[in-house]
C-alpha cells in the first residue's frame, strides 16, 4: 500500500516561515479535510506535494522515496490546480493531452463527467469563467484517477448545483477507487459529511491530524441564555464561546455530565467548522 509521508517539511520564504516541521502520513482510502486559515500553509503544503516547490527543510517520501523530480511518484499524485497548463486549447484537447501524461488517466470518465457539468469540448480553456475554470481542474484531478488525489478549493466559483454534484460525484467516484483523497477548503461545513480525517494547520504548524470521530468526541455545544450557559460551564474547560443578543454557545470540552441541563439550555455535539473557528482563534 502507497504511503505519502510528510518528514519535517519546513518552507520558509525569506522571513516568513510558511510551514514550520510539519510531520504526517497520508494513506489510502481515506478522505482528509485539511484546513486552515488564510496564510496558515495549506497551498504551501500542496506546492511541495506537487513538486512545484522544494522544501526548505525535510522532504515528502512516497513509499520511502522523496517525491522532488521523481517522475515515478509523481504519476501518482495529482493537485488539482495542474488543470491550467494548456491554457490555450479547447477543453477536450486539453484532456486528451493530460491522457497522455497520464497513464491512468480515464478520459470516458472525463467526458461523462464535461457532460454532467455542461462543460462545452470546444470551449477554450483560457476563456472559462471561473467556476468552469474550476470545474475543468476538477475532471483533470478526479479522471486522472491518482492513488493521491489533492482538491485545493475544489468549488470555488461554483453555483449550489455544481457544488452539490460535485460532491456526489466525489463520493461515487471514491466508492469505485477508494483511493487517498486531501480537500483544501474553507468551506467545512458543505463537506464536512465527506471526510472522516482532518488535518488542521495554524500559522504553518500542525495543529490537529486525526479522525473527524474523534475531534468531534472532543466536547460538545451548550447553547442558551447567556447567564444560564454561565452557571452551567462554570469551572468546565471550553474551547470558546459565542454571543448573540442575549443568547450565548459555549464549546466545552470533554463528555456532557449526565445530570439533566436546566430548563432553557441545549446540549448537542460539536459542529466541526464552529470547532475549528474556536481552535485557531488565537
Not at 516541521?21 to 479535510?33: A, K, N, Q
Request: net charge negative; hydrophobic share 40%.
Amino acid at each position: 500500500m502507497n504511503k505519502l509521508t510528510y518528514e519535517n517539511v519546513t518552507m520558509r520564504f525569506g522571513d516568513v516561515t510558511a510551514l514550520d516541521h510539519v510531520s504526517l502520513t497520508l494513506e489510502p482510502g481515506h478522505i482528509y479535510g485539511l484546513l486552515g486559515r488564510n496564510g496558515a500553509g495549506k497551498s504551501t503544503l500542496l506546492s511541495v506535494t506537487a513538486n512545484w516547490r522544494h522544501a526548505t527543510e525535510g522532504d515528502v517520501l512516497l513509499d520511502g522515496e522523496s517525491v522532488w523530480e521523481n517522475s515515478r511518484a509523481q504519476q501518482l499524485i495529482v493537485c488539482m490546480s495542474d488543470g491550467n497548463l494548456f491554457p490555450t486549447m479547447r477543453v477536450k484537447n486539453g484532456l486528451l493531452w493530460y491522457s497522455r501524461f497520464r497513464s491512468g488517466f480515464d478520459m470516458e470518465q472525463a467526458l461523462r463527467l464535461c457532460e454532467k457539468f455542461e462543460l462545452s469540448l470546444k470551449a477554450k480553456i483560457q476563456s472559462l469563467s471561473t467556476g468552469y475554470a474550476t470545474i475543468f481542474k476538477l475532471i483533470v484531478a478526479m479522471a486522472s484517477q491518482c492513488p493521491f488525489t489533492f482538491y485545493d478549493e475544489p468549488v470555488l466559483g461554483l453555483d449550489a448545483n455544481h457544488r452539490d454534484l460535485f460532491y456526489r460525484e466525489l463520493m461515487e467516484d471514491f466508492a469505485r477507487n477508494p483511493r487517498c483523497v486531501v480537500i483544501s477548503t474553507h468551506l467545512i461545513e458543505e463537506c464536512s459529511a465527506l471526510l472522516d480525517h482532518i488535518i488542521v494547520i495554524n500559522k504553518g504548524k500542525l495543529m490537529l491530524n486525526e479522525p473527524v470521530e474523534d475531534t468531534l468526541a472532543r466536547g460538545y455545544t451548550v447553547s442558551g441564555p447567556a447567564g444560564v450557559v454561565d452557571a452551567f460551564t462554570a469551572g468546565k474547560k471550553l474551547f470558546g464561546t459565542q454571543n448573540l443578543g442575549g443568547l450565548k454557545t459555549a464549546y466545552v470540552q470533554g463528555t456532557p455530565e449526565q445530570e439533566k441541563a436546566p430548563d432553557g439550555l441545549e446540549i448537542s455535539a460539536l459542529d466541526l467548522q464552529q470547532l475549528f473557528i474556536q481552535l485557531t482563534n488565537v
